[in-house]
């Protein structure tokens, strides 16, 4: 594969085509793995920086492009997630998993929208903010063992490869994960349910109406508000329906001029807070049968710029 930098080669368009159109799957992956997408961008630049370093005669040495592509950008994330305890260490607050910027409504359940654009990130269960909190709380290693193998299928001879580790121990590493994620997961509300659910909490908040919101979270619902030491938001998780609907009532109260809207976030119904067109707040939702269990609120500005800037 010839990679010269001459566009009107027409030659060598379909070697870099190949190459370019990992783009989209290393997003993917790297999102999953760190939880950010802007920390998962800069790793698909600095993997495209490191294949384009190499000579002409090294590229052509690499017979899967693709598979090259992957094996760098995963052990990125795996050195940035083994850093990632100490940056946490000195982060104000409580950490959530960047929401993914999503400007579509949702009807019963469901987002809307057309075609997903080249760098999109591909929804499913593997994005949602339940499952991200729960690969946060995974070792380096668990993680990326975990989704290489359970969510994007490459094998355990692969895995390994990547993260130095046996495909016997990469097994166990996958199968430790795994039993995380089935601990953690509760039966949960059917995709129209969830939308009702998080309609009906809205116009509860909206108004104001504190024995509304009580009737829609679990008596044990926890609320987890980040704001990375920025804007204002509670430093530790709120537990209790009573204690949370409370505390929500209080914020309409004091942002009369607050908009709230129904979009999708991370493939899930939930809301999205506005303040003078400003987006100052993404939430994300959990249920169990006809309750909220969890309520995920991102407040730190870093992380909803492109909330507003889309």
Known sequence: MSMHSQPEDSRLEPGLSAVLSERRQLINLAYRFLGSLADAEDVVQETYA???????????AVAAPGGWLTRVASRICLDLLGSARARRERYVGEWIPEPLPDHMEWVSGRPGGTADPADRITLDESVNMAFLVVLDSMTPAERVA?????????????????????????RQLASSARRRITHAQAPTAAPAQRADLVRDFKQAWEAKDIGALIGLLDPDA????????????ELRPVTGGEQIARVFAEVAGKAPDLTILERTVNGQPGLVAQQDGVTVSVLAFDFAGDRITHIWAVRNPEKL?????G
């Not at 975990?146 to 990469?170: K, M, N, Q, T, W």
């Not at 926890?222 to 938001?233: F, H, K, P, R, Y």
């Not at 710029?305 to 800037?309: C, I, L």
């Open 222 to 233: 926890t609320t987890i508000a980040d704001g990375g030491g920025l804007v204002s938001a």
């Open 305 to 309: 710029r492109p909330w507003t800037a």
């Open 146 to 170: 975990f989704i290489l193998h359970d969510v994007f299928h490459y094998s355990f001879a692969e895995v390994a490869e990547i993260v130095g580790r046996s495909p016997a121990a990469c």
């Open 50 to 60: 490191r294949w384009y370093a190499m000579t002409e005669q090294q590229r052509d």
